[in-house]
């Protein structure tokens, strides 16, 4: 079984100015993968960011960065130069690379982005 | 690529009241899952389809509930005898074969039960 815990319920940040939101994890499977979910106002989910737990290196997206610690099971976002339209419920996700085909979210984490 | 699509938007219904949902995955992707979502909570897995077969069943997913894709392209989401409970919102998602763990959502469904 996954479990994926957002310790942080709600942020903000001010407008172009970088903030890290947190997110811890538990797995038993060797192989998996990790996300970062945006969710806006509009509640389309919208993908931010992949990491796959064999690679060491941390994946980017433009603004979008992880710092993934395997040992740890952490997966925190950066987002750098926030902008208003980062305004969104962030959620963290995980997904087994075998035997089951679920997503597990955490509960989110609602960011403001103050202009 | 048109994305997920669901129908309805929304929905409100009286409790006890069958309510159907629909999804149209991306056209190329062969794997479709529904999620709910209630407010101030990450979505929840419910169910998974590879092509026309259902393949995986949360617990969640009561005797109420149904789901298919009959023909591997579109799915349906059907509740039976609704309860207040079952208010939330209802997502797709769709992914292909060879990237299975990169779902793509829709707008989802919300449901209001009176």
Redesign the interface.
């Known amino acids: 079984a996954q479990t994926v815990t957002q310790s942080q319920p709600e942020m903000s940040v001010q407008e172009a100015e970088t903030v890290t939101l947190s997110c811890t994890y538990d797995t038993s499977e060797s192989n998996y993968y990790l996300f970062w979910y945006k969710q806006p106002p509009s509640r389309q989910m919208i993908l931010v960011i992949r990491q796959e737990a064999y690679k060491q290196q941390n994946a980017t997206e433009n603004r979008f960065s992880v710092n993934f610690q395997k040992a740890a099971k952490s997966f925190s976002l950066k987002i750098s130069d926030s902008q208003l339209g980062d305004t969104a419920m962030y959620f963290c996700a995980s997904f087994p690379g075998a035997g089951s085909y679920q997503l597990t979210f955490g509960k989110g984490t609602k960011l403001s982005v103050i202009p | 690529d048109t994305g997920v699509s669901q129908d309805p938007r929304h929905k409100i219904t009286k409790r006890g009241q069958n309510v159907t949902f629909r999804c149209d995955p991306i056209s190329e992707h062969n794997?479709l899952?529904w999620?709910r979502q209630t407010l101030?909570?990450?979505?929840?897995?419910l169910t998974?389809f590879q092509n026309e077969a259902q393949?995986?069943k949360?617990r969640l997913l009561s005797d109420r509930f149904s789901a298919e894709r009959p023909k591997g392209s579109f799915s349906t989401l059907e509740i039976q005898r609704t309860e207040q409970g079952d208010s939330a919102?209802y997502?797709c998602?769709s992914s292909s074969d060879r990237e299975?763990?990169?779902?793509?959502?829709?707008?989802?469904t919300?449901l209001s039960v009176l």
Do not use: C, I, T
């Open positions: 794997r899952y999620y101030g909570q990450g979505p929840e897995f998974y393949l995986e949360s919102m997502l998602a299975g763990e990169k779902l793509f959502f829709g707008s989802g919300q």
